[in-house]
């Protein structure tokens, strides 16, 4: 075993999680999970059957991720965020062959109490507020926030918000440079 695990946590097997992860009080997680490199599972966290975590993702205490999530490398969530997997849920009806897919792409970062609908997918380096209700794909670099989360500007890789007077800017703390293709997209020069 080459992670940590707190001894009030509990994994059901068969579960994959790769060396240097930390897992640490009152954590469940179910069989069939893929956890990566360098992860940091927060106290009080529910991870569903079958979820993947990419390496490098920072999981903060209280937070749910159920079955049909998948986080890709860096990704950052939350305190007591959480995410959807049924679209329409009953407490009579049984829809676990309904559970839609979230993909939250490399590098986004999820703040606290945001809920993620099922089905959409975070762009990479995204940045959702505290708070936010999103239930729409999100383009990367985009900065979304309220409920429901509405684009509200464009973040840089570093998390540093930009400016976009024009169809250029740089970023002002680590000075990457990035081009506006439309209302909808940027990317770096």
Not at 4 to 29: A, R
Not at 129 to 150: E, T
Not at 162 to 189: G, H, M, T, W
Request: charged fraction near 25%; charge should be negative.
């Amino acid at each position: 075993m080459n992670y940590y695990l707190h001894e009030s946590s509990y994994i059901d097997q068969p579960c994959e999680i790769g060396d240097g992860t930390k897992i640490w009080h009152f954590c469940h997680i179910m069989k069939d999970c893929r956890i990566g490199r360098k992860c940091n599972i927060g106290q009080n966290t529910f991870i569903g059957s079958g979820v993947i975590l990419g390496d490098n993702v920072k999981v903060q205490n209280n937070v749910s991720i159920y079955s049909g999530v998948i986080c890709e490398d860096d990704v950052f969530l939350g305190p007591s965020m959480v995410f959807t997997n049924v679209f329409n849920p009953r407490s009579f009806i049984e829809r676990k062959d309904e559970y839609r897919t979230t993909l939250i792409k490399r590098g986004a970062s999820i703040g606290a109490n945001a809920t993620i609908v099922c089905g959409v997918t975070i762009g990479s380096y995204a940045f959702i507020g505290a708070g936010a209700v999103v239930s729409r794909d999100v383009p990367d670099y985009a900065l979304v926030y309220g409920n429901p989360a509405r684009h509200r500007g464009w973040v840089c890789k570093c998390g540093e918000k930009l400016q976009f007077a024009e169809d250029r800017d740089n970023c002002p703390v680590c000075d990457i440079s990035y081009i506006k293709i439309s209302d909808k997209e940027i990317r770096e020069e």
